[in-house]
């Protein structure tokens, strides 16, 4: 019931902006423009589902965009080495799990702010691949590697399929195993999760390896789109991300949120472009649109937090 009152937002001006479309411009639900639509989103949204373990835990990764770059880069060389599809993606999630490893052991080990340490990663890790690609693009990518091989009808419905299971996976495990009620633990009060045996530097630390891990799965997902890879992809990602989260009802501050609510999220703000375009709304509206839905979001919680608390303190003087 908790979660729902989080998700509830965000589920309703969803619901509304769906109603308005409908009405307005039923085309907007063609096939095809829901195909490209999720397209679009999904690295944002397998992402995001790392990034909501993350925050669950209080902290904050701002490098997600920059280690997406730099899976992306490497599952497109590993394919012009001659792996697989399969084998390249599985070395971009080995990439993306070890960056997020560097960051986790940095914040839960180290005792470096995640702010700090993600900010400085974002930036070193960005520099570094413009200075080993000296920002050239991956070309000539194997014929194999383009749609997992599959064909370019056939591909949206692997991708379909392959994030739901993933949402599913993590849906499941934050709700049913106990892993799931570390996380939430650390991120409600570390203090008292260490008292009542929670490892929380571990859980702080396999939060941040967990996100790695999605952050090389989406990087491999959308490289195989095409039939070239930028070394700048993934820029602003993490904006993106991190904005989901929060209208997905996930507290910045850590200990309550959702991965459903995430989902809600991702679907809210990435459908806001696309429906101005049909709407025959100036696209310029979108960012604008976009930054009141979060501050709105952020308000919220603000409120909420604030009511909380004041119902503990007059708890505790009664």
Same mark, same amino acid.
């Given at each position: 019931?908790?979660?729902?009152?989080h998700?509830?937002?965000a589920a309703?001006?969803?619901?509304?902006?769906a109603?308005?479309?409908?009405v307005?411009?039923p085309?907007?639900?063609?096939p095809?423009?829901l195909?490209?639509?999720?397209?679009?989103n999904?690295?944002?949204?397998?992402?995001?589902?790392g990034?909501?373990?993350?925050?669950l835990t209080?902290?904050?990764?701002?490098?997600s965009?920059?280690?997406?770059?730099?899976?992306?880069?490497?599952?497109?060389?590993?394919?012009?080495?001659?792996l @697989?599809?399969p084998?390249?993606?599985?070395?971009a999630?080995v990439?993306g799990v070890?960056?997020?490893?560097v960051?986790?052991?940095?914040?839960?080990?180290?005792?470096?702010p995640?702010?700090?340490a993600?900010?400085a990663a974002?930036?070193?890790?960005?520099?570094?691949?413009r200075w080993?690609?000296?920002g050239?693009?991956?070309?000539?990518?194997p014929?194999?590697?383009q749609w997992?091989?599959l064909t370019?009808?056939?591909?949206?419905?692997?991708?379909?399929?392959?994030?739901?299971?993933?949402?599913?996976?993590?849906?499941?495990?934050m709700?049913?195993?106990?892993?799931?009620?570390?996380v939430?633990?650390?991120g409600s009060?570390?203090?008292?999760a260490?008292?009542?045996g929670?490892?929380?530097a571990?859980?702080?630390f396999?939060a941040f390896a967990a996100?790695?891990?999605?952050?090389?799965?989406?990087?491999?997902?959308?490289?195989v789109?095409?039939?070239?890879? @930028?070394p700048?992809t993934?820029?602003?990602?993490?904006?993106q991300?991190?904005?989901?989260?929060v209208v997905?009802?996930?507290a910045?501050t850590?200990?309550?949120?959702?991965?459903v609510?995430?989902v809600?999220?991702?679907a809210l703000?990435?459908?806001?472009?696309?429906?101005?375009?049909f709407?025959?709304?100036?696209?310029?509206?979108?960012?604008?649109?976009?930054?009141?839905?979060?501050?709105?979001?952020?308000?919220?919680?603000?409120?909420?937090?604030r009511?909380?608390?004041?119902g503990?303190v007059l708890?505790?003087?009664?």
């Open positions: 019931m908790r979660n729902r009152r998700v509830a937002p309703i001006a969803l619901a509304a902006l109603a308005v479309l409908a307005a411009a085309g907007y639900f063609a095809d423009n195909r490209d639509l999720f397209l679009a999904m690295p944002v949204l397998i992402v995001a589902l990034a909501t373990l993350v925050i209080g902290q904050i990764d701002i490098s965009g920059s280690a997406f770059a730099i899976c992306s880069v490497a599952a497109g060389a590993l394919a012009k080495a001659g @697989p599809a084998a390249a993606a599985l070395g999630c990439v070890t960056l997020g490893a960051n986790g052991a940095l914040v839960a080990y180290r005792g470096i995640s702010i700090v993600t900010l974002m930036v070193a890790l960005r520099d570094a691949l080993v690609t000296e050239a693009w991956v070309q000539n990518l014929a194999g590697f997992f091989g370019q009808s056939s591909y949206p419905l692997f991708a379909f399929l392959s994030v739901a299971i993933l949402v599913l996976v993590v849906v499941v495990g709700r049913h195993l106990a892993a799931g009620r570390w939430y633990a650390t009060n570390a203090e008292s260490r008292l009542a929670i490892d929380t571990l859980v702080t396999w996100a790695g891990v999605f952050t090389g799965f989406a990087a491999a997902l959308n490289a789109r095409f039939d070239q890879i @930028p700048n993934g820029l602003g990602l993490e904006l991300v991190i904005a989901a989260v997905g009802g996930t910045i850590g200990g309550r949120g959702s991965i609510g995430t809600l999220g991702v703000l990435g459908a806001i472009g696309p429906a101005l375009t709407l025959g709304v100036s696209a310029y509206w979108e960012r604008a649109i976009q930054g009141g839905i979060i501050l709105a979001a952020v308000a919220v919680e603000a409120i909420r937090a009511l909380q608390k004041n503990r708890a505790n003087q009664s």
